[in-house]
């Protein structure tokens, strides 16, 4: 009874805990002080700024975005009416709701189990649904098409008999929408920077050639160039010395940030 006694106070500090690292993560959110350490987001931070699996990091971010609008929720979770796995299962269809549906769904969530909690919100099976599993040489993919997909695929592989299977058909796919990205090849129109680059003639520096933007990309790797982040997605080309301060779209006056990162630059 000593050691059961003992854990059931342990479990009490470990909500009390939960709750403490919810209200700085809170703060975190609201401060986004995640930006100057190098992090694209509070996710990113969780997951490599505080060592959290994706799962966990995941958990608590969803809980923060949905406390900020019903606080309360912190308060349930402290006292275990509500738990981390039950909030994260709703914040997907609640975060569009009114405040007063998310209240009426979270209250209605109360003391129920994560089996309980999943049952009351039945999501439709994706049309489309990919399974992937890695091994050291290879990864494994199995996709899952509605009827009317599939016709469409097998439409496609008739078409491309002459060529292709459906292995190869995707490799071409890929490597057709992968080349719209590269730096293709032209003549240049002259030995100056911009024309090399293939700039557009005109004057609004903020129009940059595709040609141009995919030098910039290859350059950074596809990755944020923000001191600390790497992150490859949202990406966007910045100019370094701002448009409105007099930038143009010199290569040279260019580089790559996230979403996150360019925004909070301004």
């Known amino acids: 009874m000593k050691i059961h006694n003992e854990l059931l106070e342990l479990r009490q500090k470990e909500k009390r805990i939960t709750s403490e690292i919810l209200n700085k993560l809170q703060e975190m959110e609201d401060s986004r002080q995640y930006l100057a350490m190098g992090h694209n987001s509070l996710f990113d931070y969780l997951a490599r700024g505080l060592g959290y699996s994706e799962a966990t990091a995941y958990q608590r971010q969803a809980c923060v975005r949905l406390a900020k609008e019903v606080p309360e929720i912190k308060q349930k979770i402290d006292q275990g009416s509500l738990t981390l796995s ?15 549906e998310k209240r009426k769904v979270l209250k209605s969530m109360e003391h ?13 099976t994706p049309t489309i649904k990919i399974h992937k599993t890695e091994y050291r040489d290879k990864v494994h993919l199995r996709l899952e098409l509605s009827h009317e997909q599939n016709e469409k695929l097998e ?15 995707l490799m071409h796919l890929i490597e057709k929408e992968l080349k719209l990205y590269e730096n293709v090849q032209r003549k240049s129109s002259g030995s100056n920077e911009n024309n090399k680059f293939g700039v557009t003639k005109s004057k609004n520096p903020r129009q940059i ?3 141009l933007r995919n ?5 950074a790797n596809y990755r ?8 490859t997605h949202f990406l966007q080309v910045d100019h370094i010395l701002p448009v ?22 301004g």
């Not at 944020?224 to 992150?231: F, H, K, L, W």
């Open 86 to 100: 039950a909030v994260t299962t709703a914040f997907k269809l609640l975060r569009k709701k009114p405040l007063a």
């Open 112 to 124: 129920k189990s994560s089996r309980e909690v999943k049952a009351m919100f039945l999501e439709p």
């Open 155 to 169: 439409r496609l592989k008739a078409l491309k008999s002459h060529k292709h299977n459906v292995e190869s058909l």
């Open 209 to 211: 050639s595709k040609r």
């Open 215 to 219: 030098n910039v990309l290859t350059a």
């Open 224 to 231: 944020c160039q923000y001191p600390g982040c790497d992150s």
């Open 244 to 265: 409105r301060l007099g930038g143009d779209q010199n290569r040279s006056n260019l580089q790559i940030l996230c979403a996150s990162h360019n925004q909070r630059k």
